[in-house]
């Protein structure tokens, strides 16, 4: 209690000498009080409220009133306050009744001394009294508010005996989260009986985390669990030990963590399989091939690898867009699968390209070739089989490179390098083929990539040539001229296009090698047309060049930036370009033929030939391909080519170029089938810039 508050205290005394007597006792002994005196009952009950005394002195005995009476009276107001009896005539007997009836203690008139130690202990155990009902309701708001939070929070709790295992109780949350519609369906049971039940997640292995918990701390696992359906859910469990009314108890609580595992399988998935097909992609692959690789080392077991390439997968996607693209792919990656033996794994390297592991093969290596051998042409007559989309049959065959491991010194890049250059081999020996790797495989992609490498750097060193060969007309004369790109390989000298075109077209390179042609050729048919020299010069266009968004416009602005005459401008495309996506190539050659440009077909016959393609495209010209025309004059069958094409260019109006003219014979045999431009070594080679001027400026002399 606080002294420094005075205490109030409250006499019941008729004799108000006796309660000065009694006010200076207890002063004298130090303390500090108020006091009033009452000697009614009247008086008493508003000095109860409105005093609000901490201790009563109360006569036994009173004219009016009586101490037994105002003891009741004051009970019924609190409990807690304290009451002393201080009489001068009371009987033992009477006294314990005071005390039985709730006095605090009784003290004898002619003992007064006795009355300050009366007083404090009176109020001391008012203090504790006070102090234990505090506590209490202290205690029951606590457990109030624990049940509220028991109950009201989304986490399962569960209470275990920490002897038994048994459940002795648990929150709604849990009724809710496991399906239970009473506790009584789940108390008496353990926390085991709500666990999968297999391992690892059987009752035996949760009375195992029960006991780990007693013996080293608190514990948090994931863990299987089952509804009262039956069905399987998972859950993050953390478990402590804890003392509950001095009995030993395991506290558990429980989180439903299956949407954070189901992303965590998504995001797995995401990590390693692919999300088109489905299948394990390239990281997943490389580490089962890692893992295959050292098995094999330690086993002497073969395995091999399938690197498979689609062949016109690229023509399709291209021609009927990516949704297309995509529904193939997936019903390829079905048609892989269905391929291979369940140890074996079938992935999606990217694009069009699939890779194959084919595990434990055989303990030879030519055992595990044969093996491997079959399963590429499992693979190959799967992927012949049509696939249907849309109601349309789409066909594409499969190139596919196989090499086998272990050998000596080789990881996982070294075998899907040997496996991709092996696939090439099978692309270059006519496509939809298989083909094994071999060490000189490998020279010769190190030899295409050096190739590469330089070709990156020629542009930008000035390596490239443009050189001119002649077109003339039947007496001989310069009407054009096509435009030939070398390059001037340091140390190699001039580099035939045969060499560095296929791998400027793989690697892209041809986008900024046709520019730099194209801008050449324009600079020079500028200066042809500035010398009064009225040549038209034909270019070359690739068919990736073609097919960027922006070919138009880059024509255009090459154009502009040279000043060349576009009515003097040929360009040259082939029949696989147009058949390609013949919408879009026909928008382009109108666009550009609007400014004055012509087109012509380069290599007319080898390709996809078709009066119905023909009749639609702003055509101008065909080139009748060197192979034809070499044997023409000897071969019945070139012969008939030769004047079906010269005939389908007069029903359509078309002028038509010979090329590879070498001979005065084959000369002589287009002239007389009305041929009339040539180009060829009969007239000239290739001619660099200034002696293709030199020839035309004697010429027009």
């Not at 989260?177 to 292995?205: F, T």
């Not at 084919?358 to 093996?371: F, G, K, N, Q, W």
């Not at 045969?498 to 077209?505: G, N, T």
Request: proline share 4%; charged share 25%; aromatic share 8%.
């Amino acid at each position: 209690m606080n002294t420094d508050i005075p205490l109030r205290i409250l006499f019941v005394e008729d004799v108000p000498a006796d309660a000065e007597l009694a006010a200076r006792i207890l002063s004298k002994e130090g303390l500090a009080f108020t006091s009033i005196r009452v000697e009614t009952q009247e008086e008493f009950l508003n000095a109860l409220i409105e005093y609000r005394p901490d201790l009563i002195l109360s006569d036994y005995s009173l004219p009016q009133f009586d101490g037994m009476r105002a003891l009741r009276l004051a009970l019924a107001h609190n409990v807690n306050l304290p009451f002393i009896i201080v009489t001068g005539s009371i009987d033992e007997e009477t006294a314990v009744d005071c005390i039985k009836a709730g006095a605090w203690d009784y003290v004898l008139k002619e003992r007064m001394a006795r009355l300050p130690f009366a007083a404090k202990s009176a109020l001391e155990r008012r203090k504790i009294r006070l102090s234990q009902a505090e506590s209490a309701v202290m205690l029951r708001e606590s457990e109030r508010r624990y049940r509220e939070i028991f109950n009201a929070t989304n986490e399962a709790i569960f209470i275990d005996d920490a002897a038994t295992g048994q459940m002795i109780d648990v929150n709604d949350a849990m009724l809710r989260m496991y399906g239970y519609s009473s506790k009584q369906e789940v108390l008496a049971g353990s926390i085991g009986d709500l666990s999968a039940n297999r391992p690892p997640y059987s009752q035996a292995e949760a009375e195992q985390h029960l006991r780990r918990t007693l013996e080293q701390g608190p514990q948090t696992f994931e863990w299987l669990a089952r509804k009262r359906s039956g069905e399987e859910f998972w859950t993050e469990v953390s478990l402590r030990g804890s003392d509950i009314g001095g009995k030993g108890r395991i506290l558990a609580v429980v989180r439903d963590i299956t949407e954070r595992k189901a992303a965590e399988t998504a995001i797995h998935h995401l990590a390693y399989f692919d999300a088109l097909t489905g299948l394990p992609n390239r990281r997943l692959f490389r580490d089962r091939l890692n893992q295959a690789l050292a098995a094999a080392q330690r086993s002497n077991r073969w395995g091999a690898v399938l690197f498979v390439d689609l062949d016109q997968f690229k023509q399709i996607n291209d021609a009927r867009g990516h949704d297309v693209g995509d529904l193939l792919l997936k019903q390829v990656s079905e048609r892989l699968n269905r391929c291979r033996r369940d140890e074996d794994t079938v992935a999606r390297q990217g694009g069009d390209e699939f890779v194959v592991l084919l595990v434990h093969l055989a303990a030879t290596h030519s055992a595990a070739i044969r093996l491997a051998t079959r399963v590429a042409e499992k693979i190959r007559d799967a992927a012949s089989v049509p696939f249907q989309i849309g109601g349309l049959d789409y066909h594409i065959g499969v190139s596919i490179g196989i090499t086998v491991f272990p050998k000596a010194t080789e990881n996982v890049d070294d075998l899907l390098r040997e496996a991709d250059t092996a696939m090439y081999r099978a692309k270059e020996a006519g496509r939809n083929t298989v083909s094994y790797f071999e060490p000189a495989m490998q020279e010769a992609v190190q030899a295409r990539f050096a190739l590469e490498h330089d070709l990156r750097q020629a542009l930008a060193r000035n390596e490239m040539r443009l050189l001119l060969q002649p077109q003339v007309d039947g007496q001989g004369r310069f009407v054009g001229a096509e435009a030939l790109v070398r390059w001037e390989r340091p140390g190699q000298g001039l580099v035939s296009p045969m060499v560095f075109i296929p791998v400027a077209e793989e690697s892209g390179i041809i986008l900024a090698l046709g520019r730099w042609v194209l801008e050449e050729a324009c600079r020079l048919l500028k200066q042809l047309d500035a010398a009064g020299h009225i040549l038209r010069l034909a270019v070359n266009v690739s068919p990736r060049q073609f097919r960027q968004p922006d070919f138009v416009a880059c024509v255009c602005e090459v154009l502009q930036t040279t000043g060349a005459d576009p009515t003097h401008l040929v360009l040259e495309v082939t029949e696989g370009l147009v058949i390609e996506n013949i919408h879009d190539t026909i928008a382009k050659m109108i666009e550009l033929n609007r400014l004055g440009i012509r087109f012509s077909i380069d290599d007319f016959g080898t390709g996809y030939s078709s009066l119905a393609y023909l009749k639609r495209l702003p055509l101008h010209e065909l080139k009748i391909d060197r192979t034809f025309v070499q044997d023409a004059p000897t071969d019945p069958n070139d012969a008939a080519l030769v004047e079906t094409i010269l005939a389908v260019a007069r029903h359509l109006n078309l002028s038509v170029v010979a090329e590879g003219v070498e001979t005065k014979i084959q000369l002589d045999f287009l002239k007389q089938r009305g041929c009339e431009v040539f180009q060829g070594y009969f007239f000239d080679r290739p001619l660099l810039w200034p002696h293709f001027q030199e020839k035309a400026f004697l010429q027009m002399r």
